[in-house]
C-alpha cells in the first residue's frame, strides 16, 4: 500500500485493483457501491500520483 494514499476512499479503490488485478469503472462502482461522481475524482488522484494507470480494458496497478 502506497504511503501517499492517506484517505480511506483512496486506499479501498486501490485494494479493489489490487485484488481484481485491474477492473473497469463500472465495476469498480458496482462493487465498492460508490457513485461515478465519488469514484471517478478518487480514480483520478490515484493515477495522478502513478499509482495506477488506465488503459483500453480498464485501470491497473502501475
Not at 486501490?14 to 478518487?42: H, N, W
Request: hydrophobic share 50%.
Amino acid at each position: 500500500m502506497p504511503d501517499e494514499l492517506a484517505s480511506p476512499r483512496l486506499k479501498l479503490v486501490y485494494l479493489a485493483l489490487v485484488f481484481c488485478e485491474g477492473a473497469m469503472a463500472t465495476d469498480l462502482q458496482r462493487s465498492l457501491g460508490l457513485s461515478k461522481l465519488t469514484l471517478l475524482p478518487i480514480l483520478a488522484m490515484v493515477r495522478a500520483d502513478g499509482h495506477i494507470q488506465r488503459t483500453a480494458d480498464g485501470y491497473m496497478i502501475t
